[in-house]
């Protein structure tokens, strides 16, 4: 009876724990809150699941302090002035989304797109700054503001841009039609690592082609890759043939496309050396058109 007793008040004691480590939904019926009418997010940085976006503003600034240390005696932020043009949306998280998880999940986010982290802080408080920049280029930044709430994390995401168009397009349905016209599209400057893996500045071009390939389930596409003409044609043609791997499986690793819709192709430096234009490039051709001979 004694050993019954034990059991029975162990296991009571193992549910208490459980229960007291359940988190508590702050969403609940009409206490979650409402979605912003027409808020979007980068492409490249896709939220959480559990987050909604209560607001989201776009216009253009002359001055944006953006932080780039903290100042203990003046207790605020050391700031560098830019101008250009801002995307700013506001963010609400359920509780269960620790304020750590989902700066984790942000950071990662920006290292796979081959973003800097320039500045990356933590206040007493548990509020976090973190702003991230592209090595190359560098007009393109984020600043992230996440803070603590009863109600679960929120979050302030800045996206930055010069004002003077530099700042990359992720307009699949543009890419979408120019494939339409002309069955081949070419992307200029992407990049690869010496084992033929897309390099990470270059993540940020082939998301468009992951949203293309989302927008229409049914495309299937060639990856034709040429390298440039430095180095035996032999090695050159085993390269792209890595490359246009690389570029394949960089789509299916982070946007779940089947790796039967992409058929790779390495075209050694041949056409390059034709063609005399810049030597290197990704080509994009709908599975109807024509596809080089390898």
Known sequence: MKLQQRWFWLVLALLAVTLAQTPVYAYQGDARPTEREGASDPAFLPRLPDAVATDQMRRDFSEYKLPVAWDDEAGDWKTRTVDGRLTQTYYDHESRTK?????????????????????????????????????????VAFDLDLRPAASGPQLTLTMLDDGQGHRPQYDAQALADRLGQSARVRLRDVHFEPNGQVAPESALQLDEVGMLLKLDPKLRLHLEVATDEAGVPKRNRALSAKQASGVRNWLTKYHRIPAARLVPVGLGDVRAAGEGGPARWVELVRESAPVAVK
């Open 99 to 139: 304020l750590l998880e989902l700066a984790n999940w942000y950071l990662a986010s920006l290292k796979k797109h081959g973003f800097r982290i320039d500045f990356d802080y933590k206040l007493p408080d548990g509020s976090r700054r973190i702003v991230a920049s592209l090595p190359r280029g560098g007009p």
